[in-house]
């Protein structure tokens, strides 16, 4: 603070910074020890599989002049398997295969469920009544059936948008009812009212002004859909009902250890294992890390 | 109580009714298994196929109908059928592998093999919740609270898949080192054992230790979350402070005043945790090489066997609703405000 004779209230004007709510939030969820540190796992294991590939002197392709079954060495850090592929070079691979399909979930399932549940806690009554009926339809048909025989009735190889655009459309529907409930609420607050006296119509209201309030409930479950799709994707892969070879897969790389856990080529099992498990531990914590950020009621004092 | 049991189960129809239509088109429509024979038959012979040939198949499998005639014909069985099909009548339809498999008969005899699986990995998940949940709760902010979130965080992340992969060889290794057959890691039972019913049980307890123990491993960490949440706002509430100020012992203070309120948001999901253990039957049962309706729906799915995947469909609806039921009933045995009249 400067010495000169300024009048004080422009002094403490000064000294205390404008903070927005994201500031805040962005604050508080970098006192999060877990989250911060997760956050910037996730970080390296995104760069790993998207930028790894082109620093990596192997693809995931096989390869005549890589030896089959080869213990981890220099040249294959994480071993090689019995068709001769470089465990590394796959690894790169499947984890950027799973993270794709994870983001695509996460974002055209949140997409989806923010708009439907906005749509139905916003009208109320019978279409409130109706599109609620729908939710209790797909919670009772089995996830796994349906994904599993939409994705095994292609024809042609299964791709990774294949797989991220079926569980998209079958993986929204908690989503779906957090941000209703959220909405429930919200309709009944006075900005609300305002814009609609305001003359706004109903999709504005909706897009402008519900689904921003929610923005807290979407991001928190956004983390969370990003850790299913990842689950649900492999164990779909494992199952032989996802990703097919040549292509790649972290569900595939398991099944195609099999049951190599505790003899001499465990690291074909751990390996891409312990990444799923990062991955969606990872991410888990970076969403709570959120939702304590995010959340009005939580005070700065950490205990 | 009577009434609501009697409502809700009428309500159970339209919402399976609902959810057969949606997987029926979807799996109807996806698939068409005389293409594929013909194609089969076709690679075989090396001749095309002969007209009457394809519409025989179509006869037999009611392809020669369109997707909602089909359906309506799976349902009701009304019309012009070979006798096989029918669900109303007590017929579950011709499934494309032909004669040699019944559908009816398959689900019926694999359906306790599943069931066995899937209520005790359930109770023990739900179970293991509550006790961990707790444990976190009263020790909160203490290393053992700390342990066990970790902990949870960590089988949340874990695919089953995985974990089921880890714990078959890691119990055939454990056998080895015994040598003794504690653990039975392949098969629901002894192959060709016969008895009754409870010496069937018995027979298959050393085959479900394991494929329980993962399924139990996968399933609790959602809950215990919600456990630990609600108990610790259930022991800062005002009347554990009161029963406390009155002297009552710590353990009857958690026991009787603070848990059994503390349940009731568990309650809600149990009905979660069950579809979800019906989701890794299908995984355990592949992995553990059990023959129950879990290896069948994948069976079916990947034949594209409509008839036999709606079958699944249809039960494992079943349980999921009735699992709803029963934790509805739950609310109002756990908390006195809910009355069902």
């Given at each position: 603070m400067s010495n000169t004779a300024a009048p004080s209230l422009d002094a403490e004007a000064i000294t205390t910074k404008e903070r927005g709510q994201w500031a805040m939030v962005a604050r508080r969820f970098f006192r999060h020890r877990a989250a911060v540190v997760s956050l910037v796992l996730f970080i390296l294991i995104v760069l790993f599989a998207y930028l790894g590939p082109?620093?990596?002197?192997?693809?995931?392709?096989?390869?005549?002049e890589i030896p089959s079954w080869a213990a981890p060495s220099l040249d294959h850090p994480f071993g090689t398997d019995k068709a001769g592929r470089d465990m590394l070079g796959a690894m790169m691979q499947a984890t950027k295969q799973s993270l794709n399909v994870a983001l695509v979930v996460a974002i055209g399932s949140t997409v989806l469920g923010a708009l439907y549940g906005a749509v139905a806690g916003f009208y109320r009554g019978w279409i409130d009544a109706v599109m609620m009926r729908f939710l209790d339809v797909m919670f009772v048909i089995p996830f796994l059936v349906i994904t599993g025989a939409l994705a095994g009735a292609i024809d042609t190889s299964v791709r990774w948008y294949h797989m991220a655009i079926i569980l998209a459309?079958?993986?929204w529907t908690s989503i779906a009812r957090a941000v209703r409930a959220e909405v429930l609420s919200l309709r009944e607050k006075e900005f609300i009212e305002a814009a609609r006296s305001a003359g706004g119509s109903d999709w504005h209201i909706i897009v402008k002004h519900l689904i921003p309030n929610t923005m807290s409930v979407i991001i928190v479950s956004v983390t969370l859909q990003i850790a299913f799709a990842i689950l649900s994707e492999t164990t779909l892969s494992f199952l032989g009902l996802g990703i097919q070879s040549p292509d790649?897969?972290?569900?595939?790389?398991?099944?195609?250890?099999?049951?190599?856990?505790f003899n001499e080529r465990w690291y074909l099992f751990y390996i891409p294992g312990l990444m799923i498990i990062l991955i969606a531990l990872t991410i888990n914590f970076i969403g709570d890390g959120l939702r304590d950020a995010m959340?009005?009621?939580?005070?700065?004092?950490?205990? | 109580m009577v009434v609501f049991i009697i409502r809700r189960t009428l309500m159970m129809i339209p919402v399976l009714l609902g959810a057969t239509i949606l997987?029926?088109?979807?799996?109807?429509?996806?698939?068409?298994?005389?293409?594929?024979?013909?194609?089969?038959?076709?690679?075989?012979t090396g001749e095309p196929v002969p007209q009457s040939t394809v519409d025989a198949l179509e006869k037999s499998w009611y392809y020669d109908r369109s997707v909602p005639e089909r359906y309506w014909i799976w349902l009701t069985g009304l019309g012009e059928t070979n006798g096989d099909i029918g669900l109303l009548q007590g017929e579950w339809g011709p499934s494309i592998k032909g004669t040699a498999m019944d559908i009816g008969f398959e689900v019926s005899t694999r359906f306790w093999i599943t069931l066995r699986l899937v209520l005790f990995a359930t109770l023990a998940s739900i179970g293991l919740a509550i006790l961990a949940g707790v444990v976190s709760a009263v020790?909160?902010?203490?290393?053992?609270?700390?342990?066990?979130?970790?902990?949870?965080f960590l089988?949340?992340?874990?695919?089953v898949f995985w974990l089921g992969s880890l714990f078959k060889e890691g119990a055939v290794q454990l056998n080895n080192i015994l040598g003794s057959t504690i653990f039975q890691t392949y098969g629901s039972g002894t192959t060709g054992f016969q008895g009754n019913g409870w010496e069937v049980f018995v027979d298959s307890l050393p085959y479900l230790i394991v494929p329980t123990l993962v399924l139990m491993l996968g399933g609790y960490a959602a809950i215990s979350r919600y456990q630990r949440a609600s108990m610790l706002e259930?022991?800062?509430?005002?009347?554990?402070?009161?029963?406390?100020?009155?002297?009552v012992r710590n353990g009857t203070v958690m026991r009787r005043h603070a848990l059994r309120t503390a349940l009731i948001p568990v309650a809600t999901f149990a009905p979660l945790s069950l579809s979800a253990a019906m989701g890794g039957a299908m995984v355990t049962e592949s992995i553990f090489g059990w023959r129950g309706l879990g290896v069948y729906s994948l069976d079916a799915i990947r034949a594209g066997d409509t008839f036999a995947v709606m079958a699944y469909v249809l039960i494992s609806g079943l349980v999921v609703l009735i699992g709803v039921l029963i934790s509805d009933i739950l609310y109002g045995v756990l908390d006195p405000r809910i009355r069902y009249e």
């Open positions: 082109f620093f990596w002197k192997w693809d995931y392709k096989i390869h005549s459309v079958f993986g790649t897969s972290l569900g595939l790389l398991i099944e195609a250890a099999g049951a190599s856990a959340d009005p009621r939580q005070t700065m004092v950490r205990r | 997987c029926f088109v979807l799996v109807d429509v996806a698939n068409d298994p005389v293409q594929d024979r013909i194609f089969e038959i076709q690679q075989s020790k909160q902010y203490s290393r053992t609270d700390y342990s066990l979130t970790f902990l949870g089988f949340l992340a874990m695919p259930v022991m800062n509430s005002d009347y554990v402070r009161l029963a406390r100020a009155k002297g």
